[in-house]
């Protein structure tokens, strides 16, 4: 162990590579812009990219500027879209970094024209309409009048217009259709006048959708291994594995009280193990008492409340000892705790408890 913590986020390059080549394929000849905003999903934002980019991955996409920067620091090389917000003082990290913006505001281009001129440098930026997700972006009516009017900004080149969905993970749904709709009206002239990318999939229209493939897709979810809608499904490889280890095995008697508010009474004598694992390492305490996580191969329950950083597991009638692995995500022998599972129990997505689990646990390897 050498003086580490017993929790450890082992991330699968080799998955999230398999999930790339996956993807591509079902794309057809559209490519894949990764999303690798959130730390890469939890699985480590630089290390995910570096995986992508190993599959033949060029078109990255984050939220933050700050993300962009440490992408390029790092050596990611390609399209990198920033796709959320920058600063007022910023502009520069875009001509600097070879990033590309996504803009809704004249505000906005007007910081970045400045700056061009200024270098005498071209920046492409791409446009962020709103067809229903009431978020960020232009109104569909606006597009036409705002792009003319970056004719005022000789150093601004439009190269693409973007738009989200809302539940395009949901098979059929008609805001999708509606969405669409709009969104290919508006990106129609603006690819005659000014030959720009057009992309509003991301991974359930990439399941759903295909219709909305358009000139490129941002992918997240599901190159992370997980459905967007929370399928099972074959073709992806879960890369995010979260485990521990068992620091001490106790037989309680019938009738007593294990953790904090005394929620679980024993029925009969069990078999306490305790794990270092708590809220802290990203494990919600709405897991106390039912939670599942693996030891031994096998399914054991989370008793009484999850603590800051332990956590007690029912392992009555198994032969377990201090040191043996526990697998709070993830396969240990035939079982697997997936995001999904987790999420359903919390009444949340996979998307979160992939963030959460990457987040909290600051304790990386990788899986080659
Ligand atoms: C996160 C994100 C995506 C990817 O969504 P998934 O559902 O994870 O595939 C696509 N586009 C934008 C703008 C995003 O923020």
């Not at 580490?4 to 082992?10: G, Y």
Request: a negative charge; charged letters at 20%.
């Amino acid at each position: 162990m050498k003086g580490e913590s017993f929790n450890r986020i082992t991330v699968d390059a080799a998955a999230l590579a398999a999930n790339y080549y996956a993807l591509t394929e079902r794309a057809g000849d559209i490519p894949l812009m990764a999303m690798v905003k959130g730390d890469g999903y939890g699985h480590g934002m630089v290390y995910a990219a570096r995986a992508f980019a190993g599959a033949g991955c060029h078109r990255f996409g984050v939220a933050e500027l700050c993300e962009g920067v440490e992408l390029r620091r790092a050596g990611i090389e390609g399209m990198i879209l920033i796709t959320t917000c920058f600063g007022n003082e910023d502009a520069s990290f875009f001509y600097d970094f070879d990033l590309t913006p996504v803009i809704s505001t004249s505000a906005q281009a007007a910081l970045l024209e400045a700056e061009g001129a200024a270098r005498k440098d071209e920046l492409e930026v791409h446009l962020k309409v709103n067809t229903g997700m009431g978020r960020l972006g232009l109104w569909p009516e606006e597009v036409e009048s705002f792009a003319a009017g970056l004719a005022e900004f000789p150093h601004l080149k439009i190269a693409g217009v973007m738009s989200h969905f809302p539940e395009a993970d949901i098979p059929g749904s008609p805001s999708t259709a509606e969405a669409l709709m709009k969104f290919k009206k508006v990106a129609a002239g603006l690819k005659e006048r000014y030959g720009v990318i057009r992309h509003i999939a991301n991974s359930g229209a990439l399941f759903n959708h295909p219709e909305a493939y358009c000139d490129m897709i941002r992918v997240g979810i599901a190159l992370y291994g997980c459905h967007p809608a929370g399928l099972a499904h074959d073709g992806l490889v879960p890369a995010m594995r979260f485990s521990s280890r068992i620091i001490q095995v106790k037989d309680f008697p019938a009738g007593s009280a294990i953790s904090y508010g005394r929620t679980f009474i024993t029925e009969k004598p069990t078999r306490i193990a305790v794990i270092p694992v708590g809220y802290e390492d990203g494990l919600n305490r709405h897991l106390s008492n039912g939670g599942e996580v693996l030891t031994g191969g096998r399914r054991v329950q989370i008793c009484g409340r999850i603590c800051m950083n332990i956590s007690m597991l029912d392992v009555s009638d198994m032969e377990v000892k201090v040191g043996d692995e526990v697998v709070l995500l993830g396969r240990q022998g035939e079982e697997c705790i997936s995001a999904d599972e987790v999420a359903k129990v919390l009444d949340t997505i996979s998307y979160e408890v992939l963030c959460i689990y990457g987040h909290a646990n600051k304790h990386f390897s990788s899986a080659e």
